[in-house]
C-alpha cells in the first residue's frame, strides 16, 4: 500500500480542512486530484501495461476514466491498487488489469456496438464508453443499476442502462459486435451468444460460484463459436434464475 501514501496523504488534509468548505476547484480538491491522476499513471504503468497489455486506447482510456469515482469513499485510498473493491450489495468494482484485459480482447472500434452485462458501479462502462458511443449495460441488482447510470450521466457518459437478468442480453438492441460479462454464470449463456453479431466477440467468466473460473473469449462465424482460454479469474457469480 505504500505507494498509495500521497493519495492518503491529500484525503487526510481534505478531512482537516473540511470544516472549512473549500469551494469546487480549491486548492485542496486540485491537489488530490493530481494525486489521483499520479496513482493512475503509475496503475497502468506498472500493473497494465507492465502485465501486457499493449492496446494504445485501452491504455490511454485507463489512464484517463477516475476510478476513484466509482468506488465508496472509505476504499478511496485504494482506488487504483490492482485488486478488485466492495460496492455494496455483495458487488465489486473489478481489479484494472482485468479490466483492462477483458478490453482489449473485445477488439473495439469506434462505432462498435458494445454490450455490457453487469452494471456494478458503471466504471467498466465509462472505459466502453471512451471507445465507443454505442455501450449498453444491464444489472440486475436495481439499486446499484439506478446509482451507477446517475454517476455515468453526471460524468458526461452516454450509456444506455437497464435494469434486469443480464443472461438475457438486450434483444431489443441486439445484435451486438461485442459483449463483456462481468460476473460468472456457471456456463455460457445461448441467449448471449445468439445476440452476437457474426463476426462478434465476447469475452465472459465461467464457472462455479466460490471458486476460480474460466474467463473465455469467444468469436462467432455464422453459427460456429470459437473458445479461445484467457486463464483463471474469479468473479462475483451471475445472479437470476437460469
Known amino acids: 500500500m505504500k505507494h498509495f501514501c500521497l493519495v492518503t496523504l491529500v484525503l487526510a488534509l481534505l478531512v482537516l480542512s473540511a470544516c472549512a468548505a473549500p469551494a469546487p476547484g480549491s486548492t485542496a480538491e486540485l491537489k488530490a486530484e493530481e494525486a489521483f491522476a499520479e496513482a493512475r499513471e503509475k496503475m497502468v504503468r506498472e500493473d497494465i501495461a507492465g502485465r501486457g497489455i499493449n492496446h494504445p486506447r485501452v491504455l490511454e482510456v485507463m ?3 477516475p476510478r476513484h469515482r466509482f468506488v465508496p469513499e472509505e476504499y ?8 478488485p473493491l466492495p460496492i455494496g450489495y455483495g458487488q465489486t468494482i473489478s481489479q484494472p488489469y482485468i479490466v483492462a484485459l477483458m478490453t482489449q480482447f473485445l477488439l473495439l472500434e469506434p462505432g462498435d456496438k458494445v454490450l455490457e452485462i ?8 465509462a472505459i466502453l464508453a471512451e ?15 439506478q446509482q451507477a447510470e446517475a454517476r455515468l450521466k453526471e460524468m458526461g457518459y452516454e450509456v444506455h442502462c437497464k435494469i434486469g437478468d443480464g443472461y438475457y442480453g438486450w434483444e431489443e438492441y441486439a445484435p451486438f459486435e461485442a459483449i463483456i460479462v462481468t460476473c460468472a454464470p456457471d456456463h455460457i449463456p445461448q441467449p448471449l451468444t445468439q445476440q452476437l453479431e457474426d463476426g462478434g466477440r465476447m469475452v465472459i467468466p465461467v464457472g462455479p460460484p466460490g471458486f476460480y473460473q474460466t474467463l473465455w473469449l469467444i468469436m462467432r462465424e455464422g ?5 479461445i482460454n484467457l486463464g483463471g479469474v474469479h468473479f462475483v457469480p451471475m445472479l437470476g434464475e437460469h
Open 63 to 65: 489512464e484517463k476514466v
Open 76 to 83: 478511496l485510498d485504494e482506488a487504483y491498487a490492482d485488486y
Open 118 to 125: 453487469g452494471t456494478g458501479s458503471g466504471y467498466q462502462a
Open 131 to 145: 471507445i465507443t458511443d454505442e455501450v449498453y449495460t444491464v444489472e440486475i441488482i436495481e439499486p446499484l443499476g
Open 223 to 227: 453459427e460456429k463459436f470459437n473458445m
